[in-house]
C-alpha cells in the first residue's frame, strides 16, 4: 500500500515538472507595434489591414497607431513602444528621415524597424515598396500620351512620403524630356484631406486659366488628389484636360471606365507588400537578415 501512494506522489511530480517545461518551451507571442500618420488614406488602411490580419494569422499581436499626419507625435510613438519592449516596430509609410529621434531609441534598444512604402534611413532594417521611379514614369507617360506631347501641365505632390517623393521626381524627370510638355507648378497636396485639397487647388487653377486648352493634363502622386481634380474638371465642364494618379484604387479604376478626364492608374500590390513585410519579419524572428535594405515590387499600369 505504502508502495502505490509513492508511486502516485512519483507520477504527480513528473506531471508537475512536464507542465512546467512545457509551459517554458513554449514561445513568447512576437509583439509587433504599426505607426502610421496615414491610416485615413485608403490604400495606407488597406496594407495596414492586411500586414495585421497575416501577422495575427502567424500569432503575432500586431497593434496600430495613427497620427493623423503628425509626425512629432509619430516619434512620440515610436519611443512608446521603445519603452514598451515591443518585438519589431514597423513603419506604415511617412518619411523616416522626419522620425530620427524615434529610430536611434529603437536601434539602441536593439528593436529592428521595418518600412512599408516608407523609406531607407539609419535605424531601418528593411522597407518593402513599389518601384516609385517605374510609377512616375508609367504614370507620367501615360498622361503625354494622352496630350500629345503638348501643353501646360500641374503636378500634385507630397513630399512628406518619400515613395510619392520619388514618383514625382521621375514624373518631371520623364515630362522634362519632353519639349512640347511645360510643367506649370507643383502644388503641395495636404494630408489628411487629400481629395478635398485637391479639388480646391483645381478649383483655383481653373479660375486662374478659363479658356480650354490653356491647361492640358494634371499628374497626381496618387489616386485622392487625381480623383479631386477630376471632380473639379468635372464641375467646371472642363474635361479636356487629362488627369493621371498612382495606386490603382477601386474608385480611380471605376472613374477610368467612364472614358472622361481620369485617364490612367499605376495599380500597386499593397497585399504583395504587406506580404514581403510579414515573410522579412519572420525571417528575422529565426535569425536571417535581409539580403538588402529595400524591395520593390513592380506596379501595374491601368487605362480602362
Not at 8 to 19: G, I, N, T
Not at 143 to 160: E, R, S, V, W
Not at 195 to 211: E, F, M, S
Request: charged share 20%.
Amino acid at each position: 500500500m505504502r508502495n502505490h501512494r509513492w508511486l502516485a506522489v512519483a507520477f504527480a511530480v513528473l506531471a508537475v515538472l512536464s507542465l512546467g517545461v512545457g509551459c517554458a518551451g513554449k514561445p513568447k507571442q512576437k509583439t509587433i507595434a504599426v505607426v502610421t500618420p496615414y491610416m485615413a488614406n485608403e490604400t495606407t488602411k488597406h496594407v495596414i489591414d492586411v500586414f495585421k490580419s497575416l501577422g495575427e494569422a502567424k500569432g503575432w499581436k500586431v497593434n496600430v497607431t495613427d497620427t493623423a499626419g503628425d509626425f512629432g507625435l509619430l516619434v512620440g510613438r515610436i519611443q512608446d513602444a521603445v519603452t514598451q519592449k515591443v518585438d519589431a516596430i514597423v513603419l506604415g509609410m511617412g518619411d523616416p528621415a522626419q522620425m530620427t529621434a524615434g529610430l536611434a531609441a529603437a536601434k539602441a534598444a536593439g528593436i529592428p524597424v521595418f518600412g512599408i512604402d516608407a523609406g531607407i534611413a539609419d535605424g531601418v532594417v528593411l522597407n518593402v515598396t513599389s518601384d516609385n521611379s517605374d510609377l512616375g514614369r508609367a504614370s507620367a507617360k501615360a498622361l503625354a500620351d494622352a496630350i500629345g506631347n503638348q501643353g501646360k501641365i500641374y503636378m500634385f505632390t507630397h513630399d512628406p512620403h518619400p515613395g510619392v517623393r520619388e514618383r514625382a521626381a521621375a514624373a518631371a524627370e520623364y515630362f522634362a524630356g519632353i519639349p512640347g510638355i511645360t510643367i506649370v507648378d507643383k502644388k503641395h497636396i495636404e494630408v489628411p484631406g487629400p481629395l478635398d485639397n485637391a479639388r480646391k487647388l483645381t478649383q483655383d487653377i481653373l479660375t486662374a486659366t478659363p479658356r480650354k486648352g490653356e491647361i492640358a493634363g494634371i499628374w497626381a502622386g496618387w489616386d485622392e488628389p487625381a480623383m479631386g481634380a477630376v471632380q473639379a474638371i468635372q464641375a467646371a465642364g472642363r474635361d479636356e484636360i487629362k488627369v493621371v494618379g498612382i495606386d490603382g484604387t477601386d474608385f480611380a479604376r471605376a472613374e477610368i471606365a467612364k472614358k472622361g478626364s481620369f485617364i490612367a492608374t499605376v495599380a500597386q500590390d499593397f497585399d504583395g507588400m504587406a506580404q514581403a513585410t510579414i515573410d522579412a519579419l519572420d525571417s528575422w524572428f529565426k535569425g536571417e537578415k535581409p539580403a538588402s535594405d529595400v524591395v520593390k515590387i513592380p506596379g501595374k499600369l491601368v487605362t480602362e
